[in-house]
C-alpha cells in the first residue's frame, strides 16, 4: 500500500467556520508533513511531524493547528481562515533519512479549500 | 542551504517529440534530488529519485534524468512525449541527513497534437 488519503477532497467554509483536514498513511512513515500550494506555484511547506511530534512549523498562522494522534494519522485543524488561505493543501508522508535512502515524499491528492 | 532553479515555465512540444526539463542546483555536497509530476487537481506523484551511485537515473513513465556533477545539474528526459505527459513538473533537492526537500517553481508542460 503506497497511497496516502487525504479527506475530503473539496471544502467550502466562511470566515467563521471551523473544520478539519484529514491525512492517512499506512506505509508505516515515522514523517508527515503538511504543504500549501497555490495555483501555479510549488508546495509550501507547512508543518513537519517526526515520530508523532511537531519538528517543523514555517511560521503558520495560529489559525492553522496540526494534530498527529497517531503514526497514521494527520490532521490539519482550521479556524478564522481567510479568503487569501484558500488553496490546495497536500499531506505528503516519508521515511525518515537513513544513510543510503529516504527523503522522498509520498502525497496525497490532496484538499482543494475554498474560504468565503 | 540548498536550492534549486528551473529555468524554463513553460515548455511546449509535439506529442511524439523527444523531452529535456532543466534543473539546476545548489549545494556544497552530493545532494539527494528529486523529479516529481504533477496532473491538474491533483497530488505529486514521484517520478525518479537520486541518492548515489549511477548518475542516469531510470523513472516511472519512461522517464529518465542525468545527475551531472559538473553542472550541477540533473535534467529530466523523455525521448517520446505522449498527449497525458502534460503536467507541471517539480525539481526538489533534499541535503544529505534531512528529509525535507526543497522544491523548485515548477515547469509547466505542454503537449500538441
Known amino acids: 500500500d503506497t497511497e496516502v488519503t487525504q479527506t475530503p477532497k473539496h471544502l467550502v467554509m466562511g470566515m467563521t467556520n471551523k473544520k478539519s483536514l484529514k491525512c492517512e498513511q499506512h506505509?508505516?512513515?515515522?514523517?508527515m508533513y503538511w504543504y500549501k500550494q497555490k495555483a501555479k506555484k510549488p508546495p509550501e511547506l507547512m508543518f513537519v511531524?517526526?515520530?508523532?511530534?511537531?519538528?517543523i512549523n514555517e511560521s503558520v498562522p495560529s489559525r492553522f493547528s496540526p494534530e498527529c494522534p497517531n503514526s497514521s494519522l494527520l490532521n490539519l485543524h482550521l479556524h478564522a481562515l481567510q479568503p487569501e488561505d484558500s488553496a490546495l493543501y497536500l499531506c505528503?508522508?516519508?521515511?525518515?533519512?537513513?544513510?543510503?535512502?529516504?527523503?522522498?515524499?509520498?502525497f496525497g491528492e490532496g484538499s482543494r479549500l475554498t474560504v468565503l | 542551504a540548498q536550492s534549486v532553479t528551473q529555468p524554463d515555465i513553460h515548455i511546449t512540444v509535439s506529442e511524439g517529440a523527444s523531452l529535456e526539463l532543466r534543473c539546476n542546483y545548489s549545494?556544497?555536497?552530493?545532494?539527494?534530488l528529486f523529479w516529481y509530476v504533477q496532473s491538474p487537481g491533483q497530488g505529486l506523484q514521484l517520478l525518479l529519485k537520486?541518492?548515489?551511485?549511477?548518475?542516469l537515473v531510470q523513472g516511472i513513465k519512461g522517464f529518465e534524468a542525468e545527475f551531472k556533477r559538473s553542472q550541477s545539474s540533473f535534467n529530466l528526459r523523455k525521448p517520446s512525449v505522449h498527449w497525458s505527459d502534460a503536467a507541471e513538473y517539480f525539481c526538489a533537492v533534499g541535503a544529505r541527513g534531512s528529509y525535507i526537500p526543497t522544491f523548485g517553481r515548477g515547469t509547466s508542460l505542454i503537449v500538441h497534437p
Open positions: 549545494y556544497g555536497a552530493t545532494p539527494y
Open positions: 511531524y517526526s515520530y508523532e511530534k511537531l519538528s
Open positions: 505528503a508522508s516519508s521515511q525518515l533519512v537513513t544513510s543510503g535512502s529516504g527523503g522522498e515524499l509520498f
Open positions: 506505509m508505516g512513515h515515522r514523517a
Open positions: 537520486y541518492f548515489s551511485g549511477d548518475t
